[in-house]
């Protein structure tokens, strides 16, 4: 017999979903201060950018494959099985190395790739079904305040992670007799992932789709994850070995285009596709989905082009550099919250929190590119704090507006759809915009090319992403002049690209039309192209 659920029962389900979510979103970007270590112990240098890569693309590709099992059987149990999936790679990933080589699996650092393959696939379901379940919980024009809870904890969690994974690397080597501190950053998933997996067994309802059963199309699954997989790494080699014209970065980038247009094609024609294309039809999905493409891709590069600033103009350490973008954490929350919070108090109309967050930005953005070799640590963390309230409330609004005007028995893919945009969109914009700043400091400090090809993994991964340059400091730790400039100039020119970006955003914004929202989870009236 079935019994609704209590206030209780939902904020207790939303507590471990949000914990796990945490974990998820904390794993992009926790293992970038722990690489130079782990690179010492497994002695992979070569290998140690596909430690970042193959998490990221995993946990990316499986993003719309969880949308449809999400519309295929109860969301508890596709939850539980993402949870499971992602602690059991996070306990492998703390086990890599320790055992020697391994057959099929290699050395240390081999097998600490392809298991963090495995945590991606656990990974990818912690943050798809954080918003379909949310969705199930609350009725739209309440699901804004506890939509903003989840931007807030994913930026908490990106910005945390360079730090929590300095400190467990640097001070975990007294914590656990003979386990190195490096194994920590993926260990401390186990008893956080439990208490959400505890969470979520003893309190979340078995939330049962709402449309009719259908299967899941393994074919089209395995042409997605190979597409996003194939495009996600030609995006993320290191560019001064593999130029955007070299066989291997074309063959991938050709590759991932084959596959990705089959995949279309077969959904297409599918009766069960992985993405209903249909949903493309409606102006809420299509608008809203392009803009959050901008804003992810300017949301990653905040997080990877500030922390290159500190080091290599103001000279800070990478703890320190880590530790700036705590207030772009600081502000995610506090635009998320408000946003969310006054969307569901005052009416619903969550266009002009969107305008108003994006406008922030453009402001934050602008601060950034005003930065110099005289700017202060503190004005720096007051910049990336503006644009921190000025992205959070993208977190929550955007998605709230497409499951709103999207039927429930499609939530699953739709909002599955605006993670994967939002994901896929910081991708290629760090991409391109690392291979900016590479070729302004190829032009501006020619000499510099072979340091830069030298650079340590400490020196060049601050943030987990493209592998970037970095030029080492003279012995007496003082920047040389013409580098701190040239750093400088790059910089600024990365955020008025942003701010491009930004504009386009705010004007996909405007072509979502504003829906009222539906106070049940009932299901909405269709929403036509016009």
């Known amino acids: 017999m079935h019994h609704p659920l209590t206030h209780r029962d939902r904020m207790l389900t939303l507590a471990g979903v949000l ?20 690179v010492a112990d497994l ?13 990221l693309a995993a946990s990316t ?4 494959i969880y949308g449809k099992l999400a519309d295929t059987f109860p969301r508890r149990n596709i939850e539980i099985v993402a ?27 081999s097998q600490l790739i392809f298991f963090r393959v495995v945590q991606g696939f656990g990974g990818a379901g912690l943050f798809a079904l954080a918003f379909i379940i949310i969705a199930d919980l609350f009725p739209p024009a309440e699901r804004g305040r506890y939509q903003g809870y989840v931007g807030a904890v994913f930026g908490i969690s990106s910005v945390l992670g360079p730090f929590l994974g300095g400190l467990l690397t640097d001070l975990g080597d007294n914590l656990l007799p003979g386990v190195a501190g490096w194994r920590l950053v993926f260990y401390v998933n186990l008893p956080l ?17 709402t449309g009719a059963s259908t299967r899941l199309d393994i074919s089209a699954a395995l042409l997605l994850i190979g597409g996003v997989g194939g495009l996600i790494v030609a995006l993320q080699l290191n560019k001064a070995t593999y130029p955007w014209a070299s066989a291997t970065t074309l063959g991938l980038l050709g590759a991932a285009s084959l596959l990705l247009a089959t ?58 550099a880590g530790m700036s973008l705590i207030p772009l954490s600081l502000g995610v929350v506090t635009g998320s919250n408000v946003a969310g919070q006054m ?3 005052r009416g619903g109309q969550y266009k002009r929190w969107m305008l108003a967050g994006g406008a922030l930005l453009l402001v934050g953005l602008w601060l950034m590119t005003t930065l110099s070799a005289s700017t202060t640590y503190w004005q720096v963390l007051l910049y990336v704090f503006v644009c921190g309230v000025g992205v959070g409330p993208s977190m929550p609004l955007y998605t709230l507006a497409v499951q709103n005007a999207t039927e429930p028995r499609l939530i699953g893919q739709a909002t599955s759809a605006s993670q994967f945009f939002r994901q896929i969109g910081g991708v290629v914009a760090a991409a391109l915009l690392g291979t900016v700043l590479t070729l302004q400091l ?14 340590s993994p400490k020196q060049v991964v601050v943030s987990e992403g493209p592998a970037l340059p970095a030029v080492a400091a003279p012995a007496g730790g003082q920047l040389a002049p013409e580098v701190r400039k040239a750093f400088v100039v790059a910089i600024n020119n990365i955020y008025r690209i942003t701010m491009g970006l930004v504009v386009l955003g705010l004007g996909a914004t405007l072509l979502i039309p504003e829906l009222p929202l539906r106070k049940t989870n009932a299901p909405a009236a269709p929403v036509l192209a016009e």
């Not at 974990?23 to 926790?30: E, F």
């Not at 590709?61 to 719309?64: G, H």
């Not at 208490?195 to 049962?208: D, G, Q, R, S, T």
């Not at 032009?443 to 510099?448: A, G, I, K, N, V």
Request: hydrophobic share 55%; glycine share 8%.
């Open 343 to 345: 969307v569901s108090r």
């Open 83 to 109: 949870v499971s999936v992602f602690l059991l790679g996070s306990a492998l990933c703390g086990l890599a190395g320790e055992f020697g080589p391994l057959p099929l699996l290699g050395d240390g650092m």
């Open 43 to 55: 002695q992979g240098l070569e290998r140690f950018t596909w430690v970042a890569t193959a998490y």
């Open 61 to 64: 590709a499986l993003v719309p």
């Open 442 to 455: 190829a032009q501006t400090l020619p000499t510099q090319a072979a340091a830069t090809s030298r650079t």
């Open 263 to 320: 995949f279309v094609l077969r959904s297409v024609r599918s009766e069960h596709p992985i993405l209903d294309f249909g949903l493309f039809g409606n102006p809420v999905f299509r608008s809203a989905n392009a803009a959050l493409f901008l804003l992810g891709g300017t949301f990653l590069s905040i997080i990877i082009f500030e922390p290159l600033f500190m080091v290599n103009v103001l000279g800070t350490s990478a703890t320190r």
């Open 193 to 209: 992932g439990a208490v959400a997996l505890w969470f979520i067994l003893k309190n979340m309802p078995k939330l049962p789709p």
């Open 19 to 38: 914990i796990a979510m945490f974990l998820g979103a904390l794993d992009q970007t926790i293992v970038s201060t722990a690489l130079p270590r782990i």
